[in-house]
């Protein structure tokens, strides 16, 4: 069955860059593009943008432009997002998730989250 | 941008029908997504492209969208639907979400 499954926690301080994983597994890790939503405590979700993992390309929210990287790892079918200079108000949960359909479908699938706190 | 307005909250009786409903400029134009969110979970899609539902969701689960209403109906409500509710779409590109509906089942 398809799989997201994302790394851990962290902690960072103001002014940082974290950078958070996205293995899948369970289909072709070319087939579906791959997005990131984050939940800020107690608030609701957000898009954050998506990666092409077979070509590479990517689309970013204009909210994010010029602080967020999206990249992958075809070898190990892994997807990464790195945010950088981190404020307290990128506090949240991370989650990569994917429509199973076109890139701009529902999405059918979801990380289990990564919490990301950012605080001095 | 585009905005997508919910009602922050509502409850249902056990055994009736709750309809959440979501509002934008002309969304009847644009498919509608919705998920389901249990605390300290990842959402759950619910139904996609305004009213097909995937394949792990109960008939119970419906949607419609017309005008500048989309709608979310769940039918015969139990405990276990107690959850926020977001809608989704994708305008010029940019994935849009709503803020969200906590549905409170009595």
């Known amino acids: 069955q398809v799989q997201l499954v994302q790394s851990g926690a962290e902690v960072k301080k103001p002014g940082a860059s974290v950078k958070v994983s996205c293995k899948a597994s369970?289909?072709?890790?070319?087939?579906?593009?791959i997005h990131w939503v984050r939940q800020a405590p107690g608030q609701g979700l957000q898009w954050m943008g998506w990666i092409n993992p077979n070509t590479g390309g990517t689309n970013y929210a204009r909210k994010f432009q010029g602080r967020v990287t999206m990249t992958r790892d075809t070898s190990i079918s892994t997807v990464y997002m790195e945010l950088f200079r981190l404020r307290s108000d990128d506090t949240a949960v991370y989650y990569c998730?994917?429509?199973?359909?076109?890139?701009?479908?529902?999405?059918?699938?979801w990380g289990q989250g990564t919490l990301v706190t950012v605080s001095s | 941008s585009y905005d997508l307005t919910q009602p922050l909250s509502m409850s249902v009786s056990l055994g009736q029908t709750a309809r959440i409903t979501c509002g934008g400029n002309n969304i009847g134009s644009k498919n509608v997504h919705w998920y389901r969110q249990k605390p300290g979970q990842a959402p759950v899609l619910v139904i996609f492209?305004?009213?097909n539902r995937p394949s792990w969701i109960p008939e119970r689960f419906s949607g419609s969208n017309s005008g500048n209403t989309a709608t979310l109906t769940i039918s015969r409500a139990q405990a276990g639907d107690e959850a926020d509710y977001y809608c989704?779409?994708?305008?010029?590109?940019?994935?849009?979400f709503g803020g969200g509906t906590k549905l409170t089942v009595l």
């Open positions: 998730a994917s429509p199973a359909t076109a890139v701009e479908g529902g999405f059918d699938f």
């Open positions: 989704q779409l994708w305008d010029s590109s940019t994935g849009v």
């Open positions: 369970g289909y072709s890790f070319t087939a579906y593009y």
């Open positions: 492209s305004d009213n």
